[in-house]
């Protein structure tokens, strides 16, 4: 069931302007659109579905964060690609904080909480998806539901999750409680202003609708951020986004394409993506703050 977003999560607004049409390229091809906030421009998702309807729409061997994906190119990239991110992840946790309790929420499969415990962390995550869970590790302490979760932790994730979240602002007021003194968060984010993003438009494969419900730029996670009382520390790049998404977008953009030359279009796109970027306006960005 499609439900209406009445009111801007971010600032109360409750006029909004279409900013485009899209598909679910992923699953249904369904045509959704995306709104803009007409005071502090957050792109909504609008209408979308409601959280008893959102699930099918992740039921598909492309979701990979929850299926381990197939066999094929894209796939595999995405799990090379993977490897290598995992351990500047985990450098980056590093660098912020101690070893102590981590939770990852919106673990998925659950190879960063892996790699987190392998590295001496006290790990739990959470995950709605029970086909996403049963492909975790045992001793991950994995759960369904962020309510039961009443252990505090110094380092809290969130890869590429927040834009899926239906209730926004109670979802990071419980996180936020989660967090200890001098705790920080780490959030990562696709960036609707980055080069890619302007260039595919509503091929642009990280709107990623109906999965993603938010689309946010640098303004609209620092007002998040500060409204939940966390301070701002740092915005860190990840370049690789630039390419992957790319390569989905070619193929929403160009199906007929060869491969070939889809790759090569999606690594010159990337490429150009990342030299536009500057200091923090890539095709995804963490963003890094602390209690």
Known sequence: MLEQVTACPICGEKEFSKHLDTLDYTTTREPFT?????????????????????????????????????????????????????????????????????????????EFLATCKDANWTVAGVEPSAEARVKNRKDLNVVDDLSKITTQANAITLWHVLEHIHELNETLAKL???????GTIFIAVPNHESYDAQYYKN????????????????????????????????????????????????????????????SASAFTRGLVSNLKAGKDNHSSLIYIAGT
């Open 34 to 110: 995306i709104q803009r906030c007409s005071h502090c421009s957050l792109l909504i998702t609008n209408p979308r579905p409601d959280e008893s309807s959102i699930g099918k729409y992740y039921h598909s061997d492309k979701y990979i964060s929850h299926t381990g994906g197939s066999q094929t190119l894209m796939d595999n990239i995405y799990r090379t690609v993977r490897s290598t991110t995992l351990k500047s992840k985990l450098a980056l946790i590093n660098k912020y904080q101690s070893k102590f309790n981590l939770l990852d929420y919106g673990s998925g499969t659950g």
């Open 176 to 182: 936020r409680s989660l967090l200890t003194n001098n």
């Open 203 to 262: 091929f642009w494969a990280a709107y990623d609708v109906p999965r993603h419900l938010w689309h946010f730029s640098k303004e609209n996670i620092k007002t998040l951020l500060t409204r939940h009382n966390l301070r701002l520390q740092a915005i860190v790049p990840m370049k690789f986004d630039a390419y992957y998404v790319s390569l989905l977008s070619e193929g929403y953009k160009n199906p007929g394409r060869s491969s070939i030359i889809k």
